[in-house]
Each structure stands twice: as C-alpha cells, then as structure tokens.
C-alpha cells in the first residue's frame, strides 16, 4: 500500500507451468536461464545443469545457497544502490524494503552469456566466489597477494571498516557506527580479506611492481606468517634482530579522511584536536 497498491498475492509456483509452455522459453539459452533462476525458488534437491561460468569451479567447495549474498534495498521496482545492514538504514536512503539475496543467484549469473567469456568468468568465479562458494580458491591469480608470505590467506579477517551512506563510501577511519554516522555516513561494514582475491584477478595487479605493493602492504593485514619478498629498502637489515610487525608505531589521529597532525597519547586527547 505504501507503494501504491492495493493487494497482495501470493504467487505460486504451479506458474512455472506456464512459463515451460511459453514460446520464450523453447529457445534453448532463455529455457536454461530459467532453469536456474526460477528453478532455485522453485525446485528441490539440486542444480545438475551445464552453465555458461560455474562459479565454484575453482573452489573446493561447494556454492552455499542459502547462505546470504547481500541485502537488496528497494523502493517499489527502483534498487537503492549501497550497502544497508538493517531495514533502517534503507529506509534512510528511502527504501521500503530490505531483501536477502541468497547465493543461488550464482546459478543465474553463471548462465549469463556475458560470463561465458572466460574473463568475465574469473572475475566472477574470484570475486562472488569468495561470498557463496565453500572451501579455498585453487585458480590462478595475476596477483597472489599471500605468494611472499610463509602463510596463507586469512579470508573471514577483518581488512577494514567501511562507511557508506547508500551507495557513496565516505572515506575515513571509523572504529564503530557512531563515528561512520557522525561523518554522514548510514553504514559501516567489515571489510573482509577474501577482498584479495578481487584485488589479485584485476588488470592493475598483474603489473610486477603494483603486485609487490598490494602484496606488501594487504598481505601485511590479510596473510599470517612473515613476508619473504624481496624489498627496495629492507628497514631490518642493518639490525641484529628482525621486524616486530605487531609493535605500535604510532597513533594516527583523524577526522574523516583528514588527518590530525600531531602526537595524541589517547582518544581524548585526539577528539580534543578535532
């Protein structure tokens, strides 16, 4: 009713019936994209079917489908773009509804044409992959973020915090909500590390020395063990003993994106500074 109706009926899936009759359908591609996106509402047991792009294929695991692939704000027909962890924060950005998308939308996305490419098809097999499938990735990487760390990648650790407001990320340090929403943001989400394999299948990383950068620097945060490259300046080794990566090297103060030059022993003090 608050977007304009008047009832509400339920659908049920005997119309998939119809849909198998229609002279849409008898054309092979749009019979298997149907199979897979209807078919995940409205059959049991699971999807056998050949696909353009089987996302897990290079998992090894399996695709978890019903495990949550994000929310869907929508108001009426129109998608809210953004990030919304609550009904709340989409009514905020002027939704009327906030929907889970479970991962057997991977079984649409996989029929698509588009994804038979076998670019587009990493992209995806890395990038919603590391959201829906079980297991570890086994593909090859332009860039294997962990490749210089005697450890592996640690996927479900925290990277970082990101405040959104819809979809325009508010760029900033933000430890919790409160902080997000002071600088108008709606939400604030973790980050995962499973990010590195997005990170490590784009065009930019495949580049030797943009791969050494994200491999020092996010392997630092995603990858355990210790870093074994090779480094420009190695700021140990004129040292007896070795790099103690977990020591404090300094508080960083900010507001936002800016940063608060000076030295702040606290949050106090740091909040007093602006």
Not at 105 to 117: P, V
Request: net charge neutral; hydrophobic share 25%.
């Amino acid at each position: 009713k608050a977007a304009g109706g008047t009832s509400l009926t339920d659908m049920k899936c005997d119309y998939m019936y119809a849909i198998g009759n229609s002279k849409e359908t008898a054309d092979p591609q749009n019979c298997a994209q149907v199979q897979s996106t209807y078919g995940a509402a409205c059959c049991d047991g699971r999807y056998t079917g050949k696909m353009a792009c089987d996302v897990c294929k290079p998992w090894t695991g399996t695709l978890q489908p019903n495990k949550t692939f994000y929310k869907r704000c929508t108001n009426g027909d129109k998608e809210i773009d953004g990030t919304y962890p609550d009904l709340a924060a989409c009514k905020a950005a002027g939704g009327m509804s906030l929907m889970d998308v479970k991962c057997t939308y991977m079984l649409a996305l996989g029929n698509m044409l588009e994804n038979a490419d076998p670019q587009s098809c990493a992209n995806v097999q890395l990038g919603y992959g590391a959201l829906c499938c079980g297991g570890h990735y086994t593909g090859k990487l332009a860039c294997d973020v962990c490749n210089p760390w005697t450890g592996t990648l640690q996927p479900n650790k925290t990277l970082s915090k990101q405040c959104k407001n819809g979809d325009k990320e508010i760029d900033g340090t933000y430890p919790d909500l409160a902080a997000c929403k002071a600088a108008g943001g709606t939400s604030l989400t973790d980050m995962k590390c499973d990010y590195m394999y997005a990170i490590g299948n784009s065009k930019e990383t495949a580049d030797p020395q943009n791969c050494a950068q994200v491999q020092s620097t996010y392997g630092a945060a995603c990858c355990d063990g210790r870093y074994t490259g090779k480094m420009a300046c190695d700021v140990c080794k004129p040292w007896t003993g070795t790099l103690q990566p977990n020591k404090t090297f300094y508080k960083r103060c900010t507001n936002g994106d800016k940063e608060i030059d000076g030295t702040y022993p606290d949050l106090a003090a740091c909040k007093a500074a602006g």
